[in-house]
């Protein structure tokens, strides 16, 4: 806080390192913007970190987004034919996220599945729920070389965008 931050994200993690890091953000006068967590494209479906719901449970009624990038071995990077079961699984997960009050801003992350912003836009369009949307990382973006597509990009997730990071 005294660098000037209003708060900090973190990762996918035991209820009681949860717990803990909520609290000291907390006693610190910041929020934990977001929980990092992994969902994999496997056997035809999605499959959770296993703390995910350690992760809604602890973060449950507050401002803290679900944070997820999504990987497979089954589908290449930004491959259209796993949406169905991204899809799926992420209409489920965000069922689970609105019952305890929470948004999903889809982490689109270089060299995964969901590797690029326009991967997120187009999951987050099927998904078709009002608590998911998706993260613009700057870094991920630069590193897709879409430094020239960044303005169009921007102006079509806008509807969509619940995170920036600018790493």
Known sequence: KSAGYAGVSWRSDTPTRLAEVREGAKARGLEVFVVYVNLDLKDGKLVPDAHVKEVIEAFKGTATMVWPNMTSKQFGNSDPAGDEIAVAGL???????ASNGLRIAIYPHA???CHRVEDALRVVKKVDR???????????ALYDSAEDRIPA????LVPHLFCVTIN
């Open 153 to 156: 990009l921007l102006a079509d």
């Open 111 to 113: 060299n995964m599945w």
């Open 91 to 97: 209409r489920d997960l965000a069922d689970l996220c």
């Open 130 to 140: 009002p608590n998911v949307g998706l993260t613009f990382n700057l870094c991920h």
